[in-house]
């Protein structure tokens, strides 16, 4: 598990490729985190992986952005809330393409500042 470093998240990633059923979703993430990690959109967001997914956080909120990367370029973007116990709940979950991942992302990130 990697907390609050992008690098420490990328370098999991690179881990994970050795492993046949995460090969696909580790690229992925080692593809879309070079885009996002420098954008002012993601300034203060917390980095963390956890059971292999990118879960994004903001300090005092928590639900989280869970990302999890797909066959052909697709990506599963999910809002999972710990605040009703420590199983948590996923909700909002949605499939979206390369190409909507990141006004996607732009976009639930603006949904956690409302929480």
């Known amino acids: 598990m990697a907390y609050g470093n992008w690098d420490d998240c990328l370098n999991e990633y690179q881990n994970f490729t050795i492993y046949s059923r995460f090969e696909v979703h580790a690229q992925s993430m080692i593809d879309l ?17 956890s059971h292999a997914t990118l879960c994004l956080k903001l300090s005092i909120i928590r639900t989280e952005i869970c ?8 990506y599963s973007v999910s809002l999972y809330d710990y605040s009703i116990g420590a199983y948590g709940k ?11 991942i990141i006004p996607t992302l732009v976009e639930y990130l603006e949904k956690l500042k409302k929480l």
Request: proline share 8%; aromatic share 6%.
């Open 33 to 49: 985190i070079p885009h996002i990690r420098h954008l002012p959109q993601f300034a203060d967001v917390i980095p963390v992986t």
């Open 67 to 74: 990302i999890w990367g797909e066959q052909d370029r697709k």
């Open 90 to 100: 996923s909700s909002d979950e949605i499939i979206v393409d390369g190409e909507s």
